[in-house]
């Protein structure tokens, strides 16, 4: 069994329906199915699970989610981490803004190379 410890100490089982649940509210109104959040939680899932530890700090369950949701939803990956990472200024999303730009032309690039 796996158990997420919470940043107050307690301890509870992982559940992929907290997963969907969470990224569910980062993608309100946009264009993403619940399959697609199912498939996200598992991929999550299978990522913390492969640590082979029994128990998993929630900081870490947020780092497994932000790059699948990243791929899935530039947007509600956005949204997910100014919450997750506690943006606080605009210039916090500025910067995460221009990661994304970055990213998207770094793989942009990437494919025109394998053209």
Do not use: N, W
């Not at 649940?21 to 913390?48: I, K, M, N, S, Y």
């Not at 990472?85 to 605009?90: D, E």
């Amino acid at each position: 069994m796996l158990a997420v410890v919470k940043r107050s100490g307690v301890t509870e089982p992982f559940s992929r329906d907290k997963v969907v649940g969470g990224v569910r509210r980062a993608c309100q109104g946009r264009p993403v199915d619940e399959d697609a959040l199912q498939q996200l939680a598992h991929r999550v899932e299978e990522a913390v699970r492969a640590g082979g530890t029994a128990e998993i700090p929630s900081h870490e369950v947020g780092l497994a989610i932000l790059g699948p949701l990243r791929e899935l939803d530039e947007v509600a990956y956005l949204r997910f981490a100014s919450v997750y990472r506690s943006f606080s200024s605009i210039e916090d999303f500025e910067k995460e803004i221009a990661d994304l730009r970055r990213s998207v032309a770094g793989e942009a690039a990437d494919g025109a190379d394998r053209d």
